[in-house]
Structures are given as C-alpha cells and as structure tokens.
T-cell receptor, first 115, second 114 residues
Framework: DAGVIQSPRHEVTEMGQEVTLRCKPI?????LFWYRQTMMRGLELLIY????????DSGMPEDRFSAKMPNASFSTLKIQPSEPRDSAVYFC?????????????FGQGTRLTVV | GQQVMQIPQYQHVQEGEDFTTYCNSS?????IQWYKQRPGGHPVFLIQ?????EVKKQKRLTFQFGEAKKNSSLHITATQTTDVGTYFC??????????????FGSGTRLLVRP
C-alpha cells in the first residue's frame, strides 16, 4: 500500500490566489482528516469525513476554507482567497475506524507558503 | 472546546538520560494514542491505550493512561539520538461510537545531545 498520498508537497502562492490541496486516503479507510500544523498552534483538526460525509467542520478557520470528498479515494482542501497567515503544513490522514478507535495514517503533508 | 495539553513543550536531554512527557485533557477521553513526528516528517502512530490505568511498553518506551482517562504519560528510558522528534498524544472524546474526532495534544519536542 502506498499510504496516504498528498499533493503537491510544496506550494508557494501569492496572496489572493486560490490554493487546492489534494489527498488520496488509504484504500478501504472510511475516515479522513485534514489537519493544519504551525509552530504557534500545533496540529489543528480542520475537518473530518466519515464515509465521504463531512462530520465536523468546526475547525475550519474561515469561510475561505472549504473541503470536499466526492468519493472514497479523493479529498480536496481549498483556500480562496489565500492569505499569508494560511502558511502552514497541511496534513491529510485516514483511518479505518472500527471498534475502539484505530490509528490515523498521515500523508507527507503539503507545505504551503503564501507571500 | 476540548483541549489537550502536553508538558513540557521542549525537553533537551543528554543521551542516556530518561525523558517523560505528560498529556492532560480537559475532558474524559475514550482512548489515548501516541504519535512521533521526526523533524520535517509526519506524525507516525506509536500506540493506543483504551482502559483506565492501562500501561503498555515498547522496548524503552512506557505509556500510561490515567485512572480518570483524562491524562497520560510517555516515558523513555535511556534516550538515544534516534528518539529525537516531537511526541504527540491524541484522543477521541466520548461517546466513542459516534465520535470520529481525533484531537491532538500540543506536543513535546525532544532534543538529545550525543
């Protein structure tokens, strides 16, 4: 298994531009999480999906952020318009939630820099 | 909202010394997981604890889940340079069956002097 795949690995964009981050979870996993990591705020849960349905998006910072999961093998996180304070590493993670919780497998992350 | 804090934020030790990080949740957790993130890497799962008071060991690492299921600790005996990284606890708030949320602690960054 290739694990969770994120693209791009690095993204540099100008303020005001639209940014789309992509994630392919591990096949067969039914839960998908988007996290944002910064030095100041640590690992923040932005949104999570179960069986492709968004369950809780209370961590999404603003309306500029949106996430979709059109099918079990693909999810996107979009920022429109982007701002310098959005600069961070964005991680996607998936898990196969059964019973008393299971481990989350993380992708390599996308390092976003907004200038 | 629920918060999971870890202390210390940073720990710099001499190789061979022991290390402990503590995790405290503002509310009861259904379970606790521990992850390690190497510099420049992504979090990698280490272990999960479910039962109140549970203790698990992985070689030099000892994990404990508090009796009230609101706190946890990770202890590393005789640290090595390969232990360098940030250690995160993470937990699912109850009730387990309806909550898919995985909340991460603030992390403890471990540096080891050779």
């Amino acid at each position: 298994d290739a694990g969770v795949i994120q693209s791009p690995r690095h993204e540099v964009t100008e303020m005001g531009q639209e940014v789309t981050l992509r994630c392919k979870p591990i096949s067969g996993h039914n839960s998908l999480f988007w996290y944002r990591q910064t030095m100041m705020r640590g690992l923040e849960l932005l949104i999570y999906f179960n069986n492709n349905v968004p369950i809780d998006d209370s961590g999404m910072p603003e309306d500029r952020f949106s996430a979709k999961m059109p099918n079990a093998s693909f999810s996107t996180l979009k920022i429109q318009p982007s701002e310098p304070r959005d600069s961070a590493v964005y991680f996607c993670a998936s898990s196969n939630r059964q019973g008393l919780g299971t481990e989350a497998f993380f992708g390599q992350g996308t390092r976003l820099t907004v200038v | 909202g629920q918060q999971v804090m870890q202390i210390p934020q940073y720990q710099h030790v001499q190789e061979g010394e022991d290390f402990t990080t503590y995790c405290n949740s503002s509310t009861t957790l259904s379970n606790i997981q521990w992850y390690k993130q190497r510099p420049g890497g992504h979090p990698v799962f280490l272990i999960q604890l479910v039962k109140s008071g549970e203790v698990k060991k992985q070689k030099r690492l000892t994990f404990q889940f508090g009796e009230a299921k609101k706190n946890s600790s990770l202890h590393i005996t005789a640290t090595q340079t390969t232990d360098v990284g940030t250690y995160f606890c993470a937990g699912h708030p109850p009730p387990m069956d309806s909550s898919y949320k995985l909340i991460f602690g603030s992390g403890t960054r471990l540096l080891v002097r050779p």
